[in-house]
């Protein structure tokens, strides 16, 4: 019996992150996972409408949150960002009631819904590892990745209560569902690192430096390519690479991929894309 889950894509798998829509459904499909789309969601704010109405992000996310639980439903979610975002709406719910029916209130009046509480924010990394099981998603590996696969978590979804059961401080989920792909992980100090994207259009060269010090870290350290859990984060890391490197000096040169385009690539959709992924780790990798 099929798994249902309501996906919520983020704020850029539709947009500047496109691969990782094409990759979700199918990864989905071979896991038993049924996704159902949230009707007429909207953006979560991305922490940066937080930055000037923190209680305006808190209602976006909140009706997001509602309309998945009028369907009976918890969220899925490809982006550590989102998650952590839904995370925080879902904790400053249950800590403060009286926040919560102020927003509510906005919420209602706008779209006659109201958040209980009752559904949360799964991201897909956790929920493999804790819902489906490593197991299963080494029986679906067709392609093994036989690569060197450095992980970035980001900060997001790095603290209790939004990172399931893996260490915020140490994190290894990623790290165990890579060595499932038959890939081999890479351990480096900056792992759960900020890249700086909600500051990427206001504090450009420090942004820059940050992305730069994370790709060079993994890359020092031996790494084929990166995965990333996160679809904003993964943006400055895959598109941004050349002006980090312009910025820091530092060698940022490495193919980044999604974590749902290497689970997909692993479970034998889109062998041309794998077979690109490896001709580049070959010529700018490791």
């Known amino acids: 019996m099929a798994k249902k889950l309501a996906y919520y894509p983020g704020n850029a798998a539709r947009g500047s992150s496109y691969e990782v829509e094409d990759c979700i459904h199918l990864l989905c499909s071979t896991l038993g996972i049924e996704l159902v789309e949230i009707p007429k969601a909207s953006s979560d704010g991305g922490n940066i409408i937080k930055q000037s109405s923190p209680k305006l992000q808190h209602a976006l996310v909140a009706r997001n949150l509602a309309l998945a639980e009028s369907q009976g439903l918890d969220i899925l979610t490809t982006c ?44 897909l990394l956790h929920y493999l590892v804790e819902e489906i099981g490593l197991d299963k998603v080494r029986d679906a590996v067709i392609n093994p990745l036989k690569l060197n696969v450095a992980s970035f978590y980001g900060p997001n979804m790095q603290r209790a209560g939004a990172c399931g059961d893996d260490d915020p401080f140490m994190p290894t989920y990623m790290e165990q569902l890579i060595t499932a792909l038959g890939g081999t992980p890479v351990e480096y100090d900056l792992k759960c690192q900020s890249v700086g994207t909600p500051s990427l259009l206001t504090i450009n060269k420090p942004v820059m430096r940050m992305t730069a010090a994370v790709l060079s870290d993994a890359k020092s350290n031996g790494a084929d390519i990166m995965v990333s859990a996160c679809t904003l984060s993964h943006a400055n890391l895959d598109s941004y690479q050349s002006k980090a490197r312009k910025v820091s000096g530092m060698d940022t040169s490495m193919p980044i991929v999604h974590l749902a385009e290497m689970l997909a690539f692993a479970f034998g959709h889109f062998p041309d894309r794998f077979a690109q992924l490896r001709t580049r780790a070959l010529v700018i990798g490791g």
């Open 80 to 123: 550590a960002t989102s998650h952590g975002i839904m995370c925080d709406t879902s904790d400053e719910f249950q800590m403060d009631k009286g926040f919560a029916n102020t927003v509510n209130n906005l919420v209602a009046r706008v779209s006659g819904i109201e958040y209980k509480g009752e559904s949360r924010s799964q991201h």
